[in-house]
Nanobody, 125 residues
Framework: QLVESGGGWVQPGGSLRLSCAASGFRSEFYAIGWFRQVPGKERELVLCMSNSGEESRHYADFAKDRFTISRDYAKDISYLQMDSLKPEDTATYYC???????????????????WGQGTQVTVSS
């Protein structure tokens, strides 16, 4: 099970840190991905990180230089740090996990099979 938290409202230029707590499995063996979705649009990848054996990362273009992922394997929690937020970052953010996923510098392979329920992020003045 994956549970996201940390969403909310923030002004443009502000920051938020989302958390994704895993339970029922050892997350260190799984790649973690963060996705977002706006009503009426397809869910899109924000970034992902391979399992603890690799820790390689893949970023969507819009996430580079603004968003980062980190993981606490002891607590089975992953974090999405979002800085310099823009109104177009408003979306529901989801975390996902899977052992089949590999996140490379300019690509990722595999399909995320486990998903959280999502947390809303609203960026507005």
């Amino acid at each position: 099970q994956l549970v996201e938290s940390g969403g909310g409202w923030v002004q443009p230029g502000g920051s938020l840190r989302l958390s994704c707590a895993a339970s029922g499995f050892r997350s260190e063996f799984y790649a973690i991905g963060w996705f977002r979705q706006v009503p009426g649009k397809e869910r899109e990848l924000v970034l992902c990180m391979s399992n603890s054996g690799e820790e390689s990362r893949h970023y969507a273009d819009f996430a580079k230089d603004r968003f980062t992922i980190s993981r606490d394997y002891a607590k089975d929690i992953s974090y999405l740090q979002m800085d310099s937020l823009k109104p177009e970052d408003t979306a529901t953010y989801y975390c996902a996990a899977d052992t089949s996923v590999y996140c490379g510098w300019d690509f990722y392979t595999g399909i995320f099979g486990s998903w959280g329920q999502g947390t809303q992020v609203t960026v507005s003045s």
